[in-house]
């Protein structure tokens, strides 16, 4: 069972380049999220969709732009990456009372 | 708004010692309450959750009940294992939990167990 997969795990850009990060979950699950982990700061929200076709801003949008053009799968893009945006990524599905997390991609942006 | 509160770390005990973090919320109406892990170089899992006033979650030896009056949602464990050294994270859902499409994080409490 795959779940929540997350590619590419690891990534290094230089400031001004873009890259997109791919979230695919096998589940049906109609919600999925974005999140950046930071030392001290726990999980903050960037973007989540509640269904093919939705996307919405949350907590800390600025900066990332993403796309839920299939039901199973959520990008996110960051178009101008600046060192501010070196982060743990995780994507996560949802179903009433559970998040499903995927393993994190970890994004240096030097 | 909404927020949780965690104690900080790092957390270092010895095996079989007895576990508290603590977790304190602000929260209007009702939210569900939840702990998730996380292992090194994993993704988080949910630990366990309570979802009203005074509900107590458990799985894997650990628990936490849900107050209100002291809106608080700690986490225990009698007798730890090194096996259980992760990151701990405590969580409230916004609205009814069956409907909310957001959860808000604490900042995470490490845990380091030693043999």
């Known amino acids: 069972n795959a779940g929540v997969t997350q590619t590419p795990k690891f990534r290094v850009l230089k400031t001004g380049q873009s890259m997109t990060l791919l979230c695919a979950q096998d589940m049906n699950h109609e919600y999925m999220y974005w999140y950046r982990q930071d030392p001290g700061m726990g999980l903050r929200l960037i973007h989540y969709?509640?269904?093919?076709?939705?996307?919405a801003k949350g907590e800390v949008p600025d900066g990332y732009n993403v796309s839920r053009l299939k039901k199973q799968n959520f990008l996110l893009g960051l178009e101008s990456a600046a060192p501010s945006q070196t982060s743990v990524y995780f994507c996560?599905?949802?179903?009433?009372?559970?998040?499903?997390f995927g393993e994190g991609s970890r994004l240096t942006v030097l | 708004g909404n927020s949780v509160t965690q104690m900080e770390g790092p957390v270092t005990l010895s095996e079989e010692a007895f576990l508290t973090i603590n977790c304190t919320y602000t929260a209007t109406g009702y939210p569900s309450l939840f702990w998730y892990v996380q292992y090194p170089g994993e993704g988080l899992q949910l630990l366990l959750k309570?979802?009203?006033?005074?509900d107590k979650g458990s799985n894997k030896g650990f628990e936490a009940t849900y107050r209100k009056e002291t809106t608080s949602f700690h986490l225990e464990k009698g007798s730890v294992q090194v096996s259980d050294s992760a990151v701990y994270f405590c969580a409230l859902s916004e609205g009814m939990m069956d409907s909310s499409y957001k959860l808000i994080f604490g900042s995470g409490t490490r845990l380091l167990v030693r043999p």
């Open positions: 996560a599905s949802k179903i009433p009372g559970e998040l499903f």
């Open positions: 969709s509640v269904g093919e076709g939705t996307t």
């Open positions: 309570a979802t009203k006033a005074d």
